[in-house]
């Protein structure tokens, strides 16, 4: 959660702590006017991750996060908390008083070609209008990625082929109260009546070169309401092929 995400001016600093663990770190103060954080007017975002190899197979880290006041009556706030494309905003009215998150992750690594990585995080949010509006989230992710090339039998052309899986939710964790999480594919009738969002997902990919990869993907959305709440329930499915880049 430590990314200086769609802030426009600040400062970052990195290095590493201990070599030995590659503990390593990265801080930053944003601020400004821009898409995400709508009329900042001077008010900060800082963010904090500690990462670290304790034995070769093993990665984990730590961050945290801590926005400051943000929209105005002209532009409404938005938080740069991004699970599936997420966007939690406010309930009434145009501002957030504040947001603080934090996540801790685990990367594993047990084989050549195998990997699972493993994430937790919670998310305060201050409503700019009643503290009644006030939400706490949380979320899970778990991931696990499988490269043909584990099998000796695979033929030399398929080699670097892969499958993923990830599970992944975010909620609530307000008692009865939920929250306006737009996500992919999310009914904007659900309104703040979300309770919960969860998703699995399936990918195959394969990697054109260092920079290019095409994916074959299929998600399937969950959506939970608060008990009362007027609206449907249920799956929403989704699949892609998609061509991804980097430069």
Same mark, same amino acid.
């Given at each position: 959660?430590?990314?200086?995400?769609?802030?426009?001016?600040?400062?970052?600093?990195?290095?590493?702590? +201990?070599?030995?663990?590659?503990?390593? &770190?990265?801080?930053?103060?944003?601020?400004?006017?821009? $898409?995400?954080?709508?009329?900042?007017?001077?008010?900060?975002?800082?963010?904090?991750?500690?990462?670290?190899?304790?034995?070769?197979?093993?990665?984990?880290?730590?961050?945290?996060?801590?926005?400051?006041?943000? *929209?105005? @009556?002209?532009?409404?706030?938005?938080?740069?908390?991004?699970?599936? *494309?997420?966007?939690?905003?406010?309930?009434?009215? +145009?501002?957030?008083?504040?947001?603080?998150?934090?996540?801790?992750?685990?990367?594993?690594?047990?084989?050549?070609?195998?990997?699972?990585?493993?994430?937790?995080? @919670?998310?305060?949010?201050?409503?700019?209008?009643?503290? @009644? +509006?006030?939400?706490?989230?949380?979320?899970?992710? *778990?991931?696990?990625?499988?490269?043909?090339?584990?099998?000796?039998?695979?033929?030399?052309?398929?080699?670097?082929? &892969?499958? $993923?899986?990830?599970?992944?939710?975010?909620?609530?964790?307000?008692?009865?109260?939920?929250?306006?999480?737009?996500?992919?594919?999310?009914?904007?009738?659900?309104?703040?009546?979300?309770?919960?969002?969860?998703?699995?997902?399936?990918?195959?990919?394969?990697?054109?070169?260092?920079?290019?990869?095409?994916?074959?993907?299929?998600?399937?959305?969950? &959506?939970?309401?608060?008990?009362?709440?007027?609206?449907?329930?249920?799956?929403?499915?989704?699949?892609?092929?998609?061509?991804?880049?980097?430069?």
């Amino acid at each position: 959660v430590a990314y200086p995400y769609d802030w426009d001016e600040g400062i970052q600093i990195f290095g590493t702590l +201990n070599a030995a663990t590659d503990l390593r &770190y990265v801080a930053h103060a944003t601020d400004g006017d821009d $898409a995400i954080n709508g009329d900042g007017e001077g008010n900060g975002q800082f963010g904090l991750k500690l990462s670290a190899r304790p034995v070769a197979p093993i990665y984990v880290s730590g961050s945290v996060l801590d926005m400051g006041k943000s *929209g105005s @009556e002209r532009s409404p706030a938005k938080t740069a908390f991004g699970w599936g *494309g997420a966007h939690p905003s406010p309930v009434e009215g +145009n501002t957030l008083d504040g947001m603080q998150a934090w996540e801790l992750d685990t990367k594993l690594f047990p084989v050549e070609g195998v990997s699972f990585w493993g994430a937790y995080g @919670e998310v305060a949010i201050e409503d700019g209008v009643t503290a @009644e +509006n006030d939400r706490d989230l949380e979320y899970r992710i *778990g991931q696990l990625i499988v490269g043909a090339g584990i099998c000796e039998k695979t033929p030399d052309w398929a080699r670097d082929l &892969y499958v $993923a899986a990830r599970y992944s939710e975010i909620s609530s964790a307000t008692p009865g109260k939920g929250y306006f999480l737009i996500g992919i594919n999310t009914p904007a009738s659900f309104g703040f009546d979300t309770q919960e969002i969860s998703a699995w997902q399936w990918a195959i990919g394969y990697p054109l070169n260092e920079n290019m990869k095409i994916l074959l993907e299929y998600d399937r959305y969950d &959506y939970e309401l608060v008990p009362g709440a007027p609206g449907a329930t249920g799956d929403r499915d989704m699949i892609y092929l998609e061509w991804v880049g980097r430069y």
